[in-house]
């Protein structure tokens, strides 16, 4: 057999087939109160505690386990050095752990001598994946994943201090089809494993568990959970936490909503989770979960990363809300200058800023407009070009929007809806009528709204039932002809549908299957030929691909790849001669990614479009000003926007420069991420 690699395994194929979701176990004996409802996981800000690398060498960190010993905290990691930026390393390369200790989570980290390193005699170890520490009985258990010619291992070393590991002479504890990502938890009098596998009945991608009653000898398995998606795609089911909380166990998997994604699942039967108990989610990959007995923290890092990052973890009773596509978001107002939104750092406010002269490109200061708010907020535009303004208060505690006057000034903010899960994707029908549809909390189902007439102050009632549950929010687009198109991720990631009007301002088609699984939100914008173009990353975020109409509002070309690793579905803004411009940012955001649609409506080789040494934090925000230039604003991961225009319509691009000295909320697109 030929060795097996840590990117075969998470590249593996699932077998199709269809299995019915776990149902969540567990009761309530009579007469006893019904249990609480559980609670919502997001995440602050994550901050870059730890930095790996060695003089010469940088080094990146990505599984890892975080454990309390003698007042120190202790780190054990796989560790490889990092490639170059966009690139995924050779995770075949990976064969040591890494080990450092520090007096706090938040450091100062004190560098050791990598743990352990793989041994070739020992059963055949050759890579080493996913190390799992815990104390019990004096001793330290690690449980990690080896990967060798023999297939995929969950191995177990010991320790007394936490320095010196030796390796059980029996040598597996067990093998798998794909074993891997070993975490260990005390759960009703026994020691429960969870791990990362494919399902026994069709090969999907699973968590898998195991008992014991010694650390040393393990029951058959179970499977916890079973990813939704039935085609072949890589491995969605990484990383496995489970902790409890208040009667309810919570299990962290992923790489979900992304590369630097991890989906939470709830449920009171600690050996079935479900997608119907989906409970947060927080934007960090190979996340773990850490207390110290106060605050709750998650840890994450990852191939696109360098080292350890540390947020406080987020209990609430409310959902976490998602981010728009566009963080800024930007678009013509009604006399035709550029306007651009973005959330304050500081509270959550709302900040606009407007193009005072297309032509030399002066741009008014940053001004206050409202908030604070919980997600960035999207943009309607009105037949007679008034700019609507649609805001989701903190928590996603209801929707609100503020509409601009034919002068030009604004009216006040105005509510708009009840609780929701993000701001609503907006667009004009045929009539010239806005219609929003917004996502509920949670992504519980879409709902859809429109304007009495067109330009009106007053909307009709919501649409409660237009669709759902979703896994992340619509998108909408309008078709040639004036038929809007709605595009939406279903939960999981299990694919993409779509919906659209069957005659321009009538009624809705149902819900169709669009594209298989997929890894965030897609996005979707009109060529200057009329066709609708779709882009969307795949699981895992490990490709970027796009779709494009036919003919304009007709049917749909094959799924053509766009780029290799991507954090979110490209951006797309047409050009000055109606060409698409593609913009794609790395898992990361180390690298940024430029292509242009050609005539045949494929794309170009693209080139690198983005700063050296500046990391982003989500894709840019892209919109054309009354010239016809093309402007793209991105917000770096310290809160900056940093702004690349075009120097003639058409033509080719200016430097990048600062946008202002104010700084933003560095929140991932399209994320159910930002919760201070």
Same mark, same amino acid.
């Given at each position: ?106 450091? /100062? ?9 793989? +041994? ?10 996913? /190390? ?92 916890? =959970? ?90 609430? +009773? ?28 500081? +509270? ?58 034919? +002068? ?57 039932? =237009? ?79 796009? *779709? ?91 809160? *900056? ?36």
């Amino acid at each position: 057999m030929h060795p097996i690699s840590r990117r075969r395994l998470l590249q593996g194929c699932a077998a199709a087939g269809a299995l019915a979701l776990l149902e969540a176990g567990g009761g309530t004996a009579a007469g006893a109160a019904p249990p609480p409802p559980h609670q919502w996981i997001g995440a602050g800000s994550f901050t870059h505690v730890y930095d790996p690398s060695t003089p010469g060498e940088r080094r990146y960190l990505n599984d890892h386990t975080l454990i309390k010993a003698a007042g120190r905290w202790h780190l054990f990691s796989i560790a490889g050095a990092g490639a170059p930026p966009g690139e995924a390393p050779d995770s075949a390369a990976e064969v040591s752990f890494a080990h450092a200790s520090a007096p706090d989570p938040y450091g /100062p980290w004190t560098t050791h001598a990598d743990a352990l390193t793989a +041994d070739p005699a020992y059963f055949g170890e050759e890579h080493l994946w996913a /190390p799992h520490v815990i104390e019990a009985g004096g001793t330290y258990w690690m449980f990690y994943a080896a990967g060798g010619r023999n297939g995929a291992a969950i191995n177990l070393a010991t320790s007394t201090d936490l320095f010196t590991w030796t390796r059980v002479p029996a040598g597996p504890l067990f093998r798998g089809r794909v074993a891997r990502d070993p975490m260990v938890v005390r759960i009703a009098g026994q020691w429960v494993m969870y791990y990362t596998e494919l399902s026994g009945q069709d090969g999907r991608h699973a968590v898998a568990f195991r008992r014991s009653d010694d650390l040393l000898h393990w029951s058959e398995p179970g499977t916890a =959970f079973t990813d939704a998606t039935t085609e072949a795609t890589v491995s969605v089911t990484e990383s496995p936490c489970v902790v409890e909380r208040d009667g309810w166990y919570y299990l962290f998997i992923g790489p979900r909503n992304g590369y630097d994604g991890t989906d939470v699942f709830a449920s009171r039967n600690p050996f079935s989770f479900g997608l119907d108990g989906y409970a947060g989610h927080v934007p960090g990959h190979a996340v773990e979960v850490v207390t110290d007995g106060r605050e709750w923290h998650a840890s994450a890092a990852g191939w696109f990363r360098q080292g350890l990052y540390l947020a406080p973890l987020r209990w609430r +009773d409310v959902p976490p809300p998602w981010q728009s596509a566009d963080n800024p978001v930007a678009g013509l107002d009604v006399d035709g200058r550029l306007t651009v939104c973005a959330l304050d750092a500081s +509270d959550g406010a709302l900040l606009r800023r407007v193009q005072l002269d297309p032509q030399s490109g002066t741009w008014s200061p940053w001004e206050a407009f409202g908030g604070p708010a919980g997600a960035v907020p999207t943009l309607g535009r009105n037949a007679d070009g008034r700019l609507e303004v649609f805001s989701l208060g903190p928590g996603g505690a209801g929707l609100h929007h503020r509409v601009q006057r034919p +002068d030009g000034g604004w009216h006040d903010w105005e509510e708009f809806g009840g609780a929701a899960g993000a701001a609503p994707a907006v667009a004009r029908n045929a009539d010239g009528r806005l219609e929003a549809f917004a996502l509920g909390p949670g992504g519980t189902a879409v709902a859809r709204r429109r304007q009495i007439s067109p330009g009106s102050l007053t909307w009709e009632a919501w649409d409660g039932g =237009f669709g759902g549950p979703a896994g992340a929010p619509p998108v909408v687009a309008a078709n040639a002809d004036g038929r809007l198109e709605v595009f939406a991720l279903s939960p999981g990631g299990s694919g993409i549908y779509h919906r659209w009007q069957e005659t321009p301002d009538g009624p809705w088609a149902q819900w169709s299957r669009f594209g298989t699984a997929a890894g965030t939100a897609p996005r979707v914008s009109r060529d200057g030929s009329g066709r609708l173009t779709v882009t969307a990353s795949a699981p895992s975020g490990v490709a970027a691909f796009s *779709r494009r109409q036919t003919v304009p509002s007709g049917g749909w070309d094959d799924w053509q790849p766009m780029s290799g690793w991507t954090a979110a579905a490209p951006a797309l803004v047409p050009d000055a001669d109606g060409r698409l411009e593609g913009f794609a940012l790395s898992p990361g955001g180390a690298q940024l990614s430029h292509r242009r649609q050609v005539t045949t409506g494929g794309w170009d080789a693209g080139d690198d479009f983005g700063e050296p040494g500046v990391r982003l934090a989500a894709p840019p925000a892209a919109a054309v000003d009354a010239t016809g230039r093309i402007h793209v604003f991105a917000v770096t991961t310290q809160g *900056r926007i940093r702004t690349r225009v075009q120097s003639r319509p058409g033509g080719g691009w200016l430097p990048w420069t600062a946008f202002g000295d104010r700084q933003v909320a560095p929140v991932p697109s399209g994320s159910p991420a930002y919760w201070p």
